[in-house]
DNA sequence: AGAATAGTGTCTTTCAGACAATATATG
DNA sequence: CATATATTGTCTGAAAGACACTATTCT
């Protein structure tokens, strides 16, 4: 029997044709009370035209956590920003090049950290504000194509442009719905509406509301959201009061300070 | 400008470096009152003689979804058990061979669909019992390397062998703890539950409430989860009474028999 | 009767949702 | 003062958790 140097230095990784490996990034912001998603309109072949969600395929030598990354700060010029892997999309013909395996990930990115080229130069970017009247379908498989309650996603675009999900290329239509609906989903018992905040170190609770309703997307009760965030945060001290705004319409709000759990002390 | 055909036809998809992408099952299985996991023996380098989770090479034409349903059936004869995603593991030394992402799935099998060869043959197969004393981090990060709150990990074999962390191949104790995370989380929401159930269409409530505990890891209010369940369950018409038990030790269950939703019809 | 398992009832505390009322800023 | 926003308080019904009690079978 040969030693495990010998086999590793016999292993033939081509032996299997492999698959093509890409990894996908959502960019989400919230902006003008509204849940957006950066997309870029694609410049070659095949969808030409068609918007997409920003990817690119997995490098040999990183993981794709570090592809996400390094795409997103290339895609929107901002790193340091929360990232979570969604799903891996797999189908066999969900590209007609070749076989591609998608891992896609999610981002929160405040939005004014975000830095796109909205130009109409060779990757025109841009934000698109998103409706995603969901089904009920909680356990749904994000790649079966026919859910029987198929919510209806609209997506709207700067300049008042609909498209509807015949517009986007490949499978992304289903990708986007599926990280809404995961959104929704973690959005009340993690911390994912902080990554929208524009500084975590100062928000007002209003600010973090309108982020909890731009990702619901239905109104919140002002009193209940109070009273749950200060139970959930402020008793186990990830957040803490940092003084008063000001110079704002209406009565100050109290600034809170947000610290993750295992953050840098 | 080419046409999209002819773009599609020069297409090269060697000019990049592909990984290889294989596709783990974590194949659960509730016994003794107990949750229990397959794992097999390897008998080739790397790890050589280390417990693993089973897998294999995503073949090209086939999706993961497939794969998953292939290899389940190679490895446990067994079909049409829910199996669903878990997460996609890419770290780049993650494999000492060569590049290797895997996606792993989760099934849930009742445990007198299961067959496997126990035998101490090519492929020793075995069912370990899963201790697993979570950490409070709910949100944490499946391939980061050191949790502040390491939950421990402990796996008991059929003849009382108990396994640590590191008597497991690659990253497998990671994927583990991922997944029984997953299972704790989507309990309470979702019919994983019921994938246990030794006939869906005859069970009593307590042989789900030790399922629940078997997945837990601790006791239930017996009264309580009575009262959670047909809550749930009943008033929706997803479980419905089906007529006493016969022959079993003490007074005789109520049955019940579940229907999925978006059931078979 | 006694053991074993199934099922019901009750009490308390917590929480969610609806909504009213008060507080503090600007113009 | 009117307006706008922030913040607190109150009421009700639903749900969770703890726990005692009753019911039906077998030996």
Redesign the pocket.
Known sequence: MQSEQQYLQNYDPSQFEHPSVTVDILIFTVTDKKLHLLLIRRNTHPFLGKWAIPGGFLRIDESADQAAARRIREEAGVKDVHLEQLYTFSAVNRDPRTRVISIAYLATVPFGKLHYSAGTGADEAALFSIECTAGKNSSGHPESSGSKEDECLTLTGPDGEIITEASLAFDHARIIRTAVQRMRGKLDYTDLAFGFLEDPKAF????LRLIHEAILGHKL????F???I??DYEASGRITEKG??K????????LYCFSQEDGPL
Chains 1, 2 share one sequence.
């Open positions: 007002s609770l209003s600010e009760d002002i009193g209940n109070r009273r749950t200060k139970r008063l705004e110079g704002a319409v209406g009565r100050p709000a109290m």
